[in-house]
């Protein structure tokens, strides 16, 4: 990890319900992105290696692979499936005059998908995946009665959730989804005050909010194939999907410990709710001749219904997410080289935050580049590459570039498939 100085918010203003980012230059920056400091942090929109490196959410996208999102997306499933994804990301965060670079890796989610009947399209998907983060660490010098002092702001934390699914084929072209999701994490803030002088005292704080609750969503999918005459070959394989999550109302205990000359060890403990709105969106795919797929998808989330403790913040609106990508499958043809054995994804996404600051929204413009590499007829990696911008420089904002290296690796195997299954 390398820092080397960033003009970076001022934090006490924003604990405090205001959005602005006073400058000061005396501050600097060493973590993860400051605009974590808000809500629950950043929203992990991973939802599998083969959508992520697609760009998209695949609402409505199916396939031999496991979909976290939309349960109904599950139903084409054909053999058991576990599928397990990490990242390793650089963050470039500037204001246009002084710069922060942070590296960091984590471990993006584990989901099992089991094939009960391939011909009902009846599939139990099980998964442990991230739901948000959180990290930033801000660090500021200054002088108050000719003492000199550092000040530093910090947190980290995030949601994780818990979920097992059911996906059932109800009619050839219809399938729907649901899962029941236990979602459970922290919140933790803390601030310190340190002075040069040992005779003075120093100042520290530390909040640390428990969070946990369970919350269903369901998804469907209609497809055109068995609708459409096969002649018909450029919607033949349209698919539409839909997803719904309900709204999270999180049990809360929220425990904040403070020290300082005046009181060395006070404790401050209440109870209460955090509540994270619904969500839904949509989604469309395609295929193209034997090779070519193509998805699309828009996602919302109404964040302006957001509550902690009570209090919606005054800067919170609702949150859109729109994406498109093509996959560009293996060759048929038995003698293909290596390359021709890949599996090519590319795509795009733009994301709107749940938050605003100096009444400017902070948008999020990336590009994605995937590759699926064959390790044997059930198994195989998926290498993607990400880039993406977030907010801009001037008006007391800031620049997040981000460029993400993704893995996912996928196991199959034979399990619980009726004998009049075909494989």
Known sequence: MKTTGLLILTIMMLLAGNSSFAQNENDEFDGGSPYTIFGIGDLRYNTSSRTYGMGVLGIGLTGDYINNLNPAANSKLEFTKFSLSADYGYLKSTDGVLTTKVNEGNINGLNIGIPISKDQGWVVNLGINPMSSIGYQIIGTGVSEGENYTNTFSGEGGLTRINIGMTYTLFKSLSIGAEYNYAFGNIISQRTIDFENTALFDYFSRTETDLSKSFVKGGMLFSLENLVNKKSKNLRFLK???????????????????????NTDSNIVQTGVVKIPAAYGFGISNRFGDRVNVAADAYFQQWSDYTYFGMTPSNFVNSSRYSAGLELLPSPDRDKSFFQKLTYRAGAFYDQAYYTINSENINTLGFRLGFGIPISELNSIDLNLSYSIRGKEGNGLIKDELFNVYLGVNFGEIWFLRPNDDF
């Open 240 to 262: 539409f999907g839909f997803v719904y999550q309900m709204g999270i109302d999180l049990s809360a205990n929220e425990e904040s410990i403070i020290q300082s000359s005046i």
